[in-house]
């Protein structure tokens, strides 16, 4: 008896210590465009692998689930599936068994789009869960959000110093221009990817002045494969700011 009641004790330590090893990580919603949200993780641990789904109120309908700058790289997995038109289940893991390092970005952008005119609209996050490497949950602190669809947007952390226009023309094919705005030096990154948050095409990886930029994509790949028509994303990255634009293949 004594021995089981000793073994309770160490086990509810063990479970206490695990459930409280570490704080300061956090997950936040931000909506970045009147049709885009984004997912962002700030993190002073390794973080390994990230569970939550995003629900939006009855007027605000979740569309497709792209990777953020934070998930670019190959070896991160990002799997979504939407049971219903205003919920979103997303995982988050390496394929590599690789770490995000501490820092802040965004892990996912999802595209939203309005039913009605309601006065306010909300986006929240549920089922979160955060773990290393170990697969140990990590304590996180979950910032949900609110807006008001009279109100302009603001953005997320002061003026912005990329611009992403919209792609012209759109839909398109069989080539598009996509513009985008600098108001500083800096390196920068242009990609477009497909639905599934693959990386199709990379038009721009290099430091640029402050100024104006047109591009031009004739719909193929990276290695001069033609596409097939669909969805695509256009996305300007920089190291801690991103801009996504929605674009359509025509047949």
């Not at 939407?82 to 979103?88: A, C, E, L, Q």
Request: aromatic letters at 6%; one cysteine or more.
């Amino acid at each position: 008896m004594r021995l089981r009641k000793r073994y309770f004790q160490v086990l509810m330590t063990l479970v206490f210590a695990a459930s409280t090893l570490i704080a300061g990580n956090q997950l936040a919603i931000v909506r970045t465009g009147a049709q885009t949200l984004e997912v962002q993780l700030g993190n002073s641990d390794a973080v390994a692998g990230v569970q939550f789904s995003l629900h939006t109120s009855s007027d605000v309908v979740v569309g497709d689930v792209i990777h953020g700058n934070r998930t670019l790289e190959s070896h991160w997995m990002v799997a979504s599936y939407k049971p219903n038109d205003t919920t979103v289940n997303v995982i988050i893991l390496s394929l590599e068994q690789k770490t995000f390092p501490a820092g802040q970005g965004t892990l996912v952008t999802c595209s939203i789009s309005s039913l009605n005119s309601s006065v306010q609209s909300n986006a929240s996050l549920s089922h979160v869960m955060v773990t290393n490497i170990q697969a140990d949950s990590l304590e996180v602190a979950i910032n949900n959000l609110k807006w008001s669809n009279s109100a302009p947007i603001a953005a997320s952390n002061g003026l912005k110093s990329i611009q992403l226009g919209q792609n012209y023309p759109n839909p398109f094919n069989p080539s598009t221009r996509i513009a985008y705005h600098l108001s500083k030096p800096m390196q920068v990154r242009l990609s477009v990817y497909d639905i599934t948050g693959r990386e199709v095409n990379r038009l721009v990886d290099q430091y640029q002045s402050a100024g104006e930029y047109s591009v031009e994509w004739n719909t193929n790949t990276t290695l001069g494969q033609k596409l097939s028509s669909g969805i695509y994303f256009a996305r300007l990255s920089t190291d801690n700011e991103l801009a996504t634009r929605k674009m359509i293949m025509s047949k």
